[in-house]
Structure formats: C-alpha cells, structure tokens
C-alpha cells in the first residue's frame, strides 16, 4: 500500500494520519505487531527518523504501544480506536464542506447535496 504525499504539509504529519487511517480501517488489526521504522520508511521513500517522528505521534495519540523486547503493537483499546475512526470522519467532513463552500454551495446545501446522493444509491 503505497502512501501519498504532499509537498503542502509536514511529511511527518501526513505519515501519521495515513497510518492512523490504516490502523482504524484494519490494514494493521488491533493487538497485531506493527512494522519497523526502517520497514515503513522503506516503503515511504522517506528517512527514518521523519517515520520515527510519525510513530511517535501514534504513540502519542495511543494507537501503537511500544514494547522494548517485541517493537511496536496496535492498541487493542476499542475506545482509542472508535475516537481516531471519529475524528478522521470529522476531518473529512470538513474538507468536503469546505470544497463544497469553494463551489459556491452553503454548508446545508452541501448538506442536502450529500443527503440526495446517498438516497439515489440506495434506489
């Protein structure tokens, strides 16, 4: 799986939500050993210590424990999970409310516009 990234933003932080994303969707399953910094920045294409750096805000935000002996696993806390799994929603939901404003349309009609897609595909 290959990780997109953007000259716009800290490349730290990019790695950081998109593993995050990777670890709520169930790429990395909760309790499962998490790859090493030197197998993710392979695959990144970045430096170590930038992929470091984006392990140490997993850490932060409690998605991956770190275990001197074992290396990194993904939590098993459903709760961190669930509020990770929220607050990428919400970021995204913001992001298409805010592209939507961009084409002239108000957050309640983006709103309606989002509500009549999902009813068209349930039809």
């Known amino acids: 799986m290959d ?3 953007q000259s716009s933003r800290p490349i730290w932080q990019q790695l950081a939500e998109q593993l ?10 909760p309790a499962s050993r998490f790859p090493t910094v030197r197998e993710l920045a392979a695959e990144a294409g970045v430096n170590p210590n930038t992929m470091q750096r984006a392990l140490g805000q997993l850490e932060n935000e409690g998605l991956v ?3 001197r002996t074992a290396g990194r696993t993904v939590t098993e806390d459903v709760g961190v999970l669930d509020a990770m799994r929220k607050r990428l ?3 995204l939901t913001e992001q298409f409310f805010s592209a939507m404003k961009e084409l002239g349309f108000t957050r309640a009609q ?11 595909e349930t039809t």
Not at 20 to 29: D, E, K, L, S, W
Not at 110 to 120: G, P, Q, T, V
């Open 89 to 91: 929603a919400a970021e």
């Open 110 to 120: 983006a709103a309606e516009l989002a509500a009549a897609d999902k009813k068209e």
């Open 20 to 29: 995050a994303r990777r670890i709520v969707t169930g790429v990395y399953p």
């Open 3 to 5: 990780f997109e990234l």
């Open 65 to 67: 424990i770190t275990n």
